[in-house]
């Protein structure tokens, strides 16, 4: 039975033909719909006779919907702009239209497009960037039935949004997003993204003091009432400041979800923290429900200008405010991004706090418009994250492309920064106690944990792999630092001297190679010895290698160090080189050596003139080196006037030296040397005036060839024995 609305409008009244079969009609009416040409202004039927037809959304729009009424439209505007549109009629008053996925008909009738749970901006008339889409955008984001949205052109947005849904993708396929015009941004607002999602609080806290210690690596805590923390719930957690330390110096700051009750007075975590904290320190628990399983891709984003301002990064600064930047994720779950390439944005383009299980592939950023300004500039930045990886990212002039803050067991790999000699580092923790960080196959400047002592500057188990740059700096306190097969190459417009710096607090380093390598020690936690092994390094003159502050061992095995030019080992702790090559300018002054013991075994000295401080008692042991200079003056191994004891030990020494040179001249203090079993070929040895009362000296079992040897008398303290000489 047909019948005729008020509009005039013919319309179906059948609807169990309908059901039955919906899929041919609909197929049916697109063949039919299609041919229909622009000129057509008013609805019209044909085909079947189950379904109201329109050719646009402006047409149907003028229809009165009832309820369960299926209408087909043609297209939004015009025929095939928007694809087939299948809507059904509402009469709920309640339902406010959106011009797209809620559209209004006469009478207060409202028409639902139906859908599989995609849709695209055209479905509310958007083709391009002359709109804003930013009202589209709100309503497919916030309409439950949406799991995926796509965009089909350029985009124009200029609303910041705050989203709180979940498991949604939204693709831009490859299209460029612009947001000239953007509505302002609040003050220090990394969060006023285009995109925005996150989670929401349950209103529960929980603030308590440890009633035992929770030792590091431990994911069971001890709490008051473990009935307060069901399981499977999610929790933000922090403890309180250190005492005595920076205003914001907090070892704990996680995003974790109870996975067990254990007992009454204790619950297990998805985390093994990082840090022991002691009993009687206090933890904040703030329940969240968080925002999950979103995932966000393939757009090329256009920061808004104003570009140019300060170029030092000095307050206030407006484009803090004008500038635009697309995503944000607070309270996340396994929320991704992939493939977003941004330029000019002025906050990071992906900015995350308090996320967890994620990943970034595949992004870029270029050509912020400032590298100084601070949290500005980056492509990516994590505060208080878990279990992230970051990929096949790139910079480009940027201030960092990778910013891990207070987060934990995250991976950067295949990661690429260019650009950086304009005052960025691509590469960066905040020194916020992070922990459990590695980087592997990246490239660009690294910096580690130097945000300064408002937050620490500490990390620990940050282990870098295959790593290009020419700078690379972590010096503050990093606990059990690796470093693989990093290599620091000079740059004339940065850094010509390939600067390496490490804390000497289980710090390993394997097959690196740097120029200038400085290690201090500002850290005294872990409980692996400090090496470097298969490494090579250039000294640039007067360089200090070991800092006054250290205090721990540091070996150096198999390594190649040239430039030895008055480097230093100020250091009190033990310094001991195995099996290294060790050479500097056949003119260089002496390095200077502090240490409390100095082992040198096997390798080589060439050309480099090693001078014990005496600033403290010392022991100087060389076994089986071979030693060797071209040198015209001066000594390969000496010592200076310092009130230091001095005691010696060398043994299996190959020592060659041109006429005038000394192998080993010991003429000041108070000095205990056993020499034997070495080979002296040429040069000289000076000892005759270093061992008065009460030094003592064994000199036996040597060969001396053309040597000019000046000994001391032998006697009760000096026993000579066994030298073999000829000219």
Request: proline share 4%.
């Amino acid at each position: 039975m047909m019948a005729v609305d008020a509009e005039g409008a013919v319309r179906s009244t059948g609807r169990r033909a309908l059901m039955a079969g919906f899929g041919a009609v609909a197929l049916g009416a697109a063949g039919s719909l299609a041919v229909a040409t622009p000129a057509q202004a008013a609805p019209v039927t044909m085909g079947a006779k189950d379904i109201t037809r329109a050719e646009t959304v402006a047409d149907l729009s003028r229809l009165r919907a009832r309820a369960g009424e299926v209408a087909i439209v043609a297209g939004y505007r015009t025929p095939g702009d928007a694809g087939l549109l299948v809507y059904v009629g509402s009469d709920a008053a309640k339902i406010k239209p959106n011009g797209g996925t809620v559209v209004a008909g006469t009478r207060g009738t409202t028409w639902l497009l139906q859908h599989d749970g995609t849709l695209d901006f055209r479905v509310f008339g958007i083709t391009g960037p002359e709109k804003a889409a930013d009202d589209a955008l709100a309503a497919m984001v916030n309409d439950p039935r949406t799991r995926r949205i796509e965009a089909h052109t350029d985009l124009l947005f200029q609303k910041r949004h705050r989203f709180t849904r979940s498991h949604l993708e939204i693709d831009f396929g490859g299209h460029v997003i612009a947001t000239e015009g953007i509505e302002p941004n609040t003050h220090d607002n990394p969060f006023g993204a285009v995109m925005f999602f996150t989670g929401v609080s349950r209103d529960v806290v929980v603030e308590h003091q440890l009633a035992e210690a929770w030792p590091e690596l431990t994911d069971a805590v001890a709490v008051p009432d473990a009935a307060k923390f069901p399981v499977d719930t999610w929790w933000a957690v922090q403890c309180d400041t250190v005492a005595g330390g920076g205003a914001d110096e907090r070892e704990l700051q996680r995003f974790v979800q109870v996975t067990q009750q254990i007992d009454g007075q204790h619950i297990r975590i998805n985390y093994l923290n990082g840090w022991p904290l002691d009993k009687g320190r206090t933890l904040t628990w703030r329940q969240m429900a968080p925002v999950e399983g979103v995932r966000i891709s393939n757009m090329r984003f256009l920061g808004a200008g104003p570009f140019d301002g300060p170029t030092d990064g000095s307050f206030p600064d407006a484009r803090e405010l004008t500038g635009s930047h697309p995503i944000a994720f607070e309270y996340a779950i396994g929320c991704d991004v992939a493939d977003v390439h941004a330029s000019r944005t002025w906050w990071p383009v992906v900015m995350r706090r308090w996320n967890t299980h994620f990943t970034t592939e595949r992004c870029s950023v270029e050509n912020p418009p400032t590298v100084f300004y601070g949290g500005a500039g980056y492509l990516t930045q994590q505060i208080y994250c878990l279990y992230g990886r970051v990929s096949d990212c790139t910079s480009s002039n940027a201030r960092h492309l990778n910013d891990l803050t207070a987060s934990a067991y995250c991976l950067v790999e295949n990661c690429h920064g260019d650009g950086d000699d304009q005052g960025g580092n691509p590469f960066t923790t905040h020194g916020q106690y992070e922990h459990d960080l590695t980087f592997i196959g990246n490239s660009g400047l690294m910096d580690i944990a130097n945000s300064g002592a408002q937050w620490g500057t500490s990390a620990k188990r940050i282990t870098v792999r295959d790593h290009v740059c020419s700078w690379f700096v972590a010096g503050t306190k990093i606990s059990d630092l690796t470093l693989e097969n990093v290599r620091v190459i000079g740059r004339s417009t940065f850094d010509p001297q390939a600067t390496m710096t490490i804390n000497a607090d289980g710090a390993q380093v394997r097959g690196c190679t740097a120029g200038l390598l400085a290690i201090g020690q500002r850290s005294a936690r872990s409980s692996r010895p400090t090496t470097i092994e298969d490494s090579t390094f250039a000294l640039p003159k007067d360089q200090v290698l070991i800092q006054t502050p250290v205090t721990v061992p540091v070996s150096f095995v198999r390594c190649t160090i040239t430039g030895i030019d008055g480097a230093k080992a100020r250091g009190s702790g033990p310094v001991e080189f195995v099996d290294c090559r060790l050479s500097g300018p056949a003119k260089g002054a002496p390095a200077e050596i502090g240490a409390s013991r100095v082992t040198i075994r096997g390798g080589s000295v060439r050309d480099a003139v090693l001078s014990a401080t005496a600033v403290r008692d010392q022991a100087i042991a060389l076994e089986g080196v071979e030693l060797s200079t071209e040198r015209a003056e001066g000594a390969m191994l000496s010592r200076a006037a310092g009130s230091g004891v001095i005691t010696w030990r060398l043994s299996g020494l190959t020592s060659t030296a041109p006429k005038g040179v000394a192998h080993v001249d010991i003429g000041a203090g108070v000095n205990h040397a056993r020499v034997t079993g070495s080979q002296f070929v040429g040069g000289r040895l000076r000892l005759a005036d270093g061992f008065s009362d009460p030094s003592t000296l064994l000199y036996s079992d040597n060969v001396e060839r053309g040597v000019e040897a000046d000994l001391p008398e032998a006697g009760d303290r000096v026993l000579i024995a066994d030298v073999l000489t000829s000219a």
